[in-house]
């Protein structure tokens, strides 16, 4: 699925984020949401989400 659509995530879901000090090398880091933080219905970077561990960052892949 595509992350950079919001309607895609939801609560719960499992993904891959790059976080902002990761940008340069794509880093990837897994994790579960716990909130949504991108207001608008889609973001050509990636919806920005909060995980369950504090790690902030926009969703790359929804395995």
Known sequence: MDGRIR???EVGFE?????K???QTGELTNGFVKRILTKSSNHPHGIKVLLETGE???VKKIP
């Open 7 to 9: 309607k895609n995530i």
């Open 15 to 19: 993904v891959e984020i790059t976080q």
């Open 21 to 23: 000090h990761h940008q």
């Open 56 to 58: 902030v960052g926009r």
